[in-house]
C-alpha cells in the first residue's frame, strides 16, 4: 500500500486518533472561516484536483447543523401561514462552498470534502484556485478556469456538491 490509502484508512475511523478531540477544541474557538496551509485530508485534497504549488488555497470552512428557522413574522397574515420551520434544500457541503467563495470572490472553488462533525457543527475543507495566477494560466489541465462561466460554478451548482444537491448524481 502506498502513503495516501494508509492516510484513507485512518479517515475511515477518525475518533480512534488520539488528537480528534484536541483538534475539534480547538477548531471550535477559531473563525468560521480558515485559511490553511495544507490540507488536513492530503489523500482526499489530492483526488479532488488539489496540487501543491503556488495558485491553490485550501479554507477550512464551519458551517452550523440542526434545524433551520425562519423568524417569526409580526401581524398582518393568518396564523397558518406563520410557520417558521424551514427545510434546508442545500446539503452542508454546497452551503460551506458558498460561503468560502463570498469570502474569496476572485478564486474558483473546485471541490471541498468533509473534515469533521460534532453536535453543533460539520466542518468541510474547501480547495479553491486561482484562475489569473500564472502558474495556474500554464497548467493545461487547469485552462477551464480561465472561462467566465466557471468564475461563479458554486452559486450555479457545478461543484460536485451541488450537483449532487440538484439531484445529479
Known sequence: MGLYQYVREAWKRPQAN???????????????????????????????????????????????????????????????????????DKNYQWIAEERVQKKYPNLVVLNSYWVAKDGAYIWHEVILADPDHPVIKADANLAWLQTRKNRSRVFHGKTSAGKKGRGLR
Open 18 to 88: 488520539p488528537l480528534w478531540r484536541e483538534r475539534l477544541l480547538q477548531w471550535r474557538k477559531e473563525d468560521s472561516t480558515v485559511k490553511l496551509d495544507h490540507p488536513t485530508r492530503i489523500d482526499r485534497a489530492r483526488s479532488l484536483g488539489y496540487k501543491a504549488k503556488q495558485g491553490f488555497v485550501v479554507v477550512r470552512q464551519r458551517v452550523l447543523r440542526g434545524g433551520h428557522r425562519r423568524k417569526k413574522i409580526k401581524g398582518g397574515r393568518r396564523s397558518k401561514r406563520s410557520g417558521t420551520r424551514l427545510n434546508l
